[in-house]
């Protein structure tokens, strides 16, 4: 095993890795929706559950951060080195 970390401690990256542009852009589209939605969960006195979805409105300031970070990491980006 010790052999193995010091081959990978060693052998320089010849390639840089990133994350396919379609499957980032559909992840991250995700999560914004589940990070902007809350669910309202409640149980009556005759035992019925009600389930109230709400999705409210992102602070356009943190998407705008967000989109930046993720195209920061496509290297063909805009906002790639």
């Known amino acids: 095993m010790k052999d ?3 081959a990978m401690a060693t052998t320089p990256v010849t390639a840089k890795r990133f994350a396919d542009p379609m499957l980032m852009i559909g992840l991250s ?3 914004i929706m589940v990070l902007k939605t809350s669910f309202d969960i409640e149980r009556d006195k005759s035992g019925k559950w009600k389930i109230q979805i709400k999705s409210k409105a992102a602070d356009k300031s943190v ?5 930046k970070k993720l195209l920061s990491w496509i290297p063909s980006g805009p906002f790639g080195k």
């Open 29 to 31: 589209t995700a999560l």
């Open 4 to 6: 193995k970390i010091a």
């Open 63 to 67: 998407i705008e951060a967000f989109v």
